[in-house]
């Protein structure tokens, strides 16, 4: 590493002002941020709150992904050996490597697209290339059924860059979060092929002669699709905490998501308020629908099954999307959780839920932190006023 940084240095004044390669500046600078976690941080500006930088956060928000992603791709190697009925003679090994390509070339097409878009943006603009899609890459590949097409993904990262985030003026201007907006672009955009129609949630093919053959006429509901569709669910809550059941690459392990959990907590990057909230909203509405009858499921079971778990600790804590207040938190991740089930419950059409909840608190954080705030400027002032 030593001799790349000395490399690095080297060339670097073709890329400073004056320089040759002035014009690409910003690429010069990508790579090298993306290499190398810059020594200083800002030493300005009112968002400035501790000695952690955008490029120190979002590299250990990839960092507690990585559970769920591993595990990821297990599951979609035990589920391909399930459905073709090789599980007897499939190793944990094979399984994973099976799982890996299945995974790997969705990795690749998200980078690719969303970093390619961001390139040319910062070198159009003359401006740093920013580190927020580095998390958004890595969660878009996880929230989505193993079987997308690789040109649908393409198109739905490309639409989310520019329209949810570019356009807004990039990392941390955006209102929506960017992975979201790609789940749900896909969702509309093509149902088919996010709803479980057919074995979308099950790799079908074998990939370099690794895995088994899966029958065109396989089906595999997922826990929420079949509650969806008033069938019994065949899945219990172990199976959703350990995560051997048939979703969304990285959402269906508990245990997983719980590991990058800690690391977030533990850090300081995620708010504990805003994940604890949006679990508490959750289990409110799940005892609630299940009173009444209005849902089989348990308030454990809504909880543990689909995006749930994957939404609350990643996607709900989103630090640009999310609320900043410490009052805001608690609101804002209660009703996610609230309007996560009721959608779950109330409209068949949408058996996840969680997507269409945090896309619609993104939307009303701001109002709430302003809510919070202007409460705090009258209360100061009445102070005020007294003294």
Not at 184 to 197: C, I, K
Not at 215 to 241: C, N
Not at 295 to 305: C, N
Not at 353 to 382: E, P, T
Request: hydrophobic share 50%; with cysteine; proline share 4%.
């Amino acid at each position: 590493m030593k001799a790349l940084r000395n490399y690095l240095d080297k060339i670097k004044p073709n890329f400073e002002e004056g320089g040759k390669l002035h014009a690409f500046r910003s690429v010069f600078d990508g790579f090298e941020t993306f290499l190398f976690v810059p020594n200083t941080t800002a030493k300005s500006g009112v968002h400035i709150h501790d000695a952690i930088d955008s490029k120190r956060i979002m590299s250990m928000v990839v960092i507690a992904l990585v559970p769920a992603l591993l595990f990821g791709m297990y599951n979609v190697g035990y589920q391909n050996a399930v459905a073709s009925g090789t599980l007897e003679s499939a190793t944990l090994v094979s399984m994973f490597l099976y799982g890996f390509l299945a995974v790997l070339p969705k990795i690749i097409v998200s980078y690719l697209v969303g970093l390619g878009i961001e390139f040319i943006v910062a070198q159009w603009k003359g401006e740093e290339i920013q580190e927020g899609f580095l998390v958004s890459g890595m969660i878009i590949p996880l929230i989505i059924p193993v079987n997308t097409p690789l040109w649908m993904l393409a198109i739905a990262v490309a639409f989310s860059v520019i329209l949810a985030k570019e356009i807004y003026g990039g990392t941390g201007m955006n209102i929506f979060n960017p992975a979201l907006v790609t789940r749900a672009f896909l969702f509309f955009s093509y149902p088919s092929a996010m709803t479980g129609d057919d074995a979308v949630w099950v790799s079908q093919d074998t990939i370099l002669g690794m895995g088994g053959q899966v029958a065109d006429t396989f089906t595999a509901a997922t826990p929420l699709g079949q509650a969806a569709a008033g069938e019994a669910v065949t899945y219990s809550v172990m199976d959703g905490i350990i995560g051997l059941i048939p979703g969304s690459i990285g959402e269906t392990s508990v245990i997983a998501i719980a590991l990058g959990a800690i690391l977030l907590l533990w850090t300081g990057i995620a708010s504990w308020k805003t994940m604890v909230s949006v679990f508490l909203g959750g289990a409110v509405m799940g005892l609630l629908f299940n009173a009444v009858g209005l849902s089989e499921l348990t308030w454990i079971e809504h909880l543990v099954f689909g995006g749930f778990c994957f939404g609350a600790v990643f996607m709900a804590t989103d630090p640009v999307t999310s609320c900043r207040t410490e009052g805001g938190k608690y609101i804002y991740g209660f009703l996610i959780g609230v309007i996560a089930v009721t959608v779950r419950v109330l409209n068949p059409g949408f058996p996840e839920g969680m997507m269409l909840a945090i896309l619609f608190m993104n939307l009303f954080s701001s109002l709430i932190d302003y809510c919070f705030v202007q409460s705090n400027i009258n209360a100061r002032a009445k102070r005020a006023v007294k003294k």
